[in-house]
C-alpha cells in the first residue's frame, strides 16, 4: 500500500485496507460412482423415478428430489459407502424424511424430496430412495475439503425436445456431461443456466434431461428458463434450498398458478450464489418484477455476504448477449434495471443463459464499460470497484444455436446495443463472443485471489449435434478446435481497495502442516497456513507489504503510522486480533523515519496484540524531508481450540501529523 503525502492537519488522516482474500487451502469435492443395486420388495410396487442430486444450504449438505407413483410416507437413507456389505446398508444408516404433494394432472403421480445434513469432508456416501420394503437403486457421490479451492461447471440451456427430436438432445445433453466430468472429475457443483426442457410440463422431455447418472452423483444447481416457467414440473423436480416462493418473485405474482417461481440462495466454500427468476421483469406482468428481485439480492447479500469471500449471480435471461435476444426489449428492461444495483453489492460474476450463444462481457460497472481502454479478449482483468463479470453460455446439448447478430446505432452503454469502438463487430459490452454451432460447457475456477472462466468445447460438428444433424451450418474445425479445446479464458482479479488483506489457514490439530506463501498482489498478505505446536497453538509469520511514507513539507512536522486488525473471521468462526503481534522496521531511510516497538502477540503476553492500534513507525519535529519505506514481521499466535478454517481480517492503517 501507498500512502500519498501527508498535509498538515489538526487531526487524523485515515485511510482502511479493504477486505477481499480468499481461502488458499486446496479442497476439491468429486463426486464418484452409480448404481448399486438394490431389489424391491415384492410388497410395494411403488415406482420411483426422475431421482435428481441438488445442492445444499452449504457444503455440508444435499438435496434429493424424485417422483413417486404413489402417496407414501418415504425418505432418503444414507450411509458412508465403505460401510456397505455386498451393496446393503448397514442397520444404521442415516435416514431424511421426505415431503411433497400431489403432482399437477398432466405430470401424474406425486413428487418427493429430502435435504441430507451434516455431511462430513473427505467421505464416500451412498444413497437411495423410497421405503424400506421398496428402495430405489443406490448413487454415490464423494465430499472432501470443506474449505478452500474448487471447480464448478455452467451449463446453458438443454432445453431437450427444442430441436423436435428428444432422443438427440438427450444424447448431446448426455455427451456434453459425459466429456465434461471426464475432463473436470473433482467439479463440486453443477450450475444451470435454465431451460432444462423445450416445454414445461411435458414429462417425455424431463424423463431425457434427467436420464444422466452423473445427475445423481453431482449436485444440480438449478436455475429457471422461460421454457420451464409455464408449468409446475420445474417446482416438483427440481427442490431448491433457502427458496422464497412469494408473490413478488413470480411473473403472474401468484405462486399457487400453474407456473413456476421464486429465488434462492445458497452458500459453497466461501461462495455467496443467488439465483433469481427473470421470467418476472416487469409489474406489469402481476408479480414485482426487477424490482422485487434487487431487493431479495440485496437482502441477501446484507446478511450474508460477509459470509462469502466471492458473489455470484445466476439467472437464466442474459443481458448482456451476442445473438438473437440480444435487441429483446425485456432484455434491454433488465439492462437498465440490475446493473448499477450488482455494482454497488460487489457482485463479482454473473452466470446467464437463453441466448445459446457464448459471450464474456467487459468488466461493467453501473451499466457501462468500466474500463473503456479494456481491450477485447483480455485475458486478466482487475474489478476494480464496482466491476462485474457477465458470462452468457452456449447450447450444452446442440438442441439449438443462435447465431450472432450485428450492432446497430445505438447507445453504447445503458440499453444500448451500439457498436464496440474497440471492435466493430461486436456489441459495445464483449469482449469476446463465439457460435460455431458446437456444444460446449463454462468451468469455473475458484481459487485463492482469483476465478478463472473458461468456455470449452464438449462436442464438433458430429453428432450427437440435433440441430446440426437437422441441417444447421457449422463452423468448428475438428481438428484445430476439437473437444476439450477452449474457446475462452479470462482471469478476473477482486478489488482490495489501497490497502492490505491479512489472511491464514489454520488446519486440522496436528498432524498437519504445510508451507505457505507471501502475496503482495492486490493488497493481499497471505500468512499461509498455520503450524500446529505440540497441540498448545497455532502459529504464522509473514510480512506486510511495506509502506512507503513520503513528506516534503516544510513544517518538517512530527508524524506517525500505527495500525489494528478486527477478529480473524471464516463465516461465524473467528478468533481475536488479539493473536497477531508485530516487529516494525525501517526498510528504506527517509524523512526521519524510527520504527516503534514490537507487540507480542496476546498468546505471549495475555495482552491485546493488533487489536487496539500501535505504532508501525514515526518521525520527530524537524525531521529531514524525504521518502521512507516501513514494514513490519507479523507473528501471529493463537490457542490450539482455534476450529479449522480460512480466516481473513482487514488491517485499518491510520496516518496522524499535527
Not at 420394503?133 to 465430499?143: E, G, I, L, Q, V
Request: proline share 5%; net charge negative.
Amino acid at each position: 500500500m501507498t500512502l500519498g503525502t501527508l498535509t498538515q492537519s489538526p487531526g487524523p488522516v485515515r485511510r482502511r485496507v479493504a477486505a477481499g482474500a480468499v481461502a488458499a487451502f486446496l479442497g476439491l469435492a468429486a463426486i464418484v460412482g452409480g448404481g448399486l443395486a438394490s431389489p424391491a420388495s415384492a410388497a410395494d410396487t411403488t415406482t420411483l423415478t426422475g431421482i435428481i442430486l441438488g445442492v445444499g444450504a452449504n457444503e455440508s449438505q444435499r438435496t434429493v428430489t424424485w417422483y413417486s407413483s404413489a402417496d407414501t410416507a418415504q425418505k432418503v437413507q444414507l450411509a458412508p459407502t465403505a460401510a456397505l456389505v455386498n451393496g446393503e446398508f448397514p442397520a444404521g444408516a442415516a435416514t431424511f424424511d421426505a415431503i411433497g404433494k400431489a403432482n399437477i394432472a398432466t405430470s401424474g403421480g406425486f413428487n418427493r424430496h429430502a435435504t441430507i445434513t451434516s455431511l462430513k469432508e473427505h467421505t464416500t456416501y451412498s444413497y437411495r430412495v423410497g421405503t424400506e420394503d421398496n428402495w430405489s437403486p443406490a448413487y454415490s457421490f464423494k465430499t472432501q475439503d470443506f474449505e478452500g479451492d474448487y471447480d464448478f461447471l455452467f451449463f446453458g440451456d438443454p432445453q431437450i425436445g427444442s430441436s423436435g427430436d428428444v432422443a438427440k438432445d438427450q444424447a448431446g445433453w448426455q455427451d456434453t456431461l459425459d466429456v465434461a466430468l471426464a475432463a473436470n472429475p473433482d467439479s463440486e457443483l453443477l450450475v444451470s443456466g435454465g431451460d432444462q426442457v423445450e416445454t414445461a410440463n411435458t414429462e417425455s422431455q424431463w424423463n431425457a434431461f434427467l436420464a444422466p447418472d452423473k445427475l445423481r452423483q453431482y449436485p444440480w444447481a438449478a436455475t429457471i428458463g422461460n421454457h420451464d416457467v409455464g408449468g409446475k414440473a420445474y417446482e416438483q423436480h427440481l427442490f431448491t434450498p433457502n427458496t422464497d416462493n412469494s408473490g413478488p418473485l413470480y411473473a403472474n405474482g401468484n405462486p399457487a398458478s400453474n407456473t413456476s417461481g421464486g429465488n434462492y440462495w445458497y452458500i459453497y466454500k466461501d461462495v455467496l450464489y443467488i439465483d433469481i427468476n427473470s421470467n418476472s421483469y416487469a409489474t406489469s406482468q402481476g408479480g414485482g418484477g426487477d424490482a422485487a428481485h434487487l431487493a431479495y439480492v440485496t437482502d441477501v447479500i446484507n446478511q450474508h455476504g460477509g459470509e462469502a469471500k466471492w458473489k455470484v449471480l445466476v439467472f437464466h435471461h442474459a443481458i448482456y448477449s451476442p445473438a438473437s435476444h440480444a435487441k429483446d426489449s425485456d432484455a434491454k428492461v433488465r439492462r437498465v434495471d440490475l446493473p448499477t444495483t450488482f455494482s454497488k453489492l460487489g457482485v463479482d460474476l454473473v452466470l446467464q443463459g437463453h441466448d445459446h450463444a457464448y459471450s464474456r462481457s467487459y468488466l461493467i460497472k453501473n451499466s457501462q464499460k468500466a474500463d473503456p481502454a479494456e481491450k477485447p479478449g483480455t485475458a486478466d482483468v482487475y474489478a476494480g470497484p464496482g466491476g462485474v463479470l457477465y458470462v452468457t453460455a452456449n447450447s450444452a446439448s446442440g438442441s439449438k444455436y443462435y447465431d450472432i447478430t450485428a450492432p446497430d446505432s445505438s447507445a453504447t452503454s445503458g440499453a444500448g446495443n451500439g457498436a464496440d469502438p474497440l471492435n466493430p463487430t461486436s456489441y459495445w459490452y464483449n469482449s469476446v463472443q463465439n457460435q460455431e454451432h458446437v456444444r460446449s460447457y463454462v468451468k469455473v475456477q475458484v481459487r485463492n485471489d482469483k476465478l478463472v472462466v473458461e468456455n470449452v468445447r464438449s462436442g464438433t460438428c458430429a453428432a450427437p449435434n440435433a440441430a446440426v444433424e437437422k441441417g444447421l451450418p457449422c463452423s468448428n474445425t475438428p481438428g484445430g478446435q476439437p473437444v476439450g479445446s477452449i474457446v475462452d479464458k479470462v482471469t478476473v482479479h477482486p478489488y482490495h481497495g489501497d490497502g492490505q488483506t491479512l489472511q491464514v489457514n489454520v488446519p486440522d490439530a496436528a498432524p498437519g502442516e504445510f508451507g505457505w506463501t507471501i502475496d503482495g498482489q492486490n493488497g493481499l498478505v497471505d500468512l499461509g497456513t498455520a503450524k500446529d505446536n505440540n497441540g498448545d497453538y497455532f502459529g504464522a509469520t509473514g510480512q506486510i507489504n511495506p509502506l512507503i511514507v513520503s513528506d516534503s513539507r516544510r513544517s518538517l512536522a512530527p508524524w506517525s503510522i500505527s495500525a489494528s486488525v478486527g477478529d480473524f473471521q471464516d463465516a461465524g468462526k473467528k478468533f481475536s486480533g488479539a493473536y497477531l503481534g508485530w516487529t516494525p522496521r525501517v526498510l528504506q531511510d527517509g524523512a526521519g523515519a524510527q520504527a516503534s516497538g514490537s507487540v507480542p502477540s496476546a498468546y505471549d503476553d495475555r495482552g491485546q496484540g493488533l487489536s487496539v492500534s500501535r505504532g508501525l513507525g514515526w518521525a520527530s519535529q524537524g525531521h529531514p524531508k524525504g521518502t521512507a519505506k516501513l514494514g513490519a514481521d507479523l507473528d501471529l499466535k493463537m490457542p490450539g481450540s482455534v476450529q479449522k478454517g480460512a480466516y481473513r481480517t482487514t488491517l485499518t492503517i491510520t496516518a496522524l501529523s499535527s
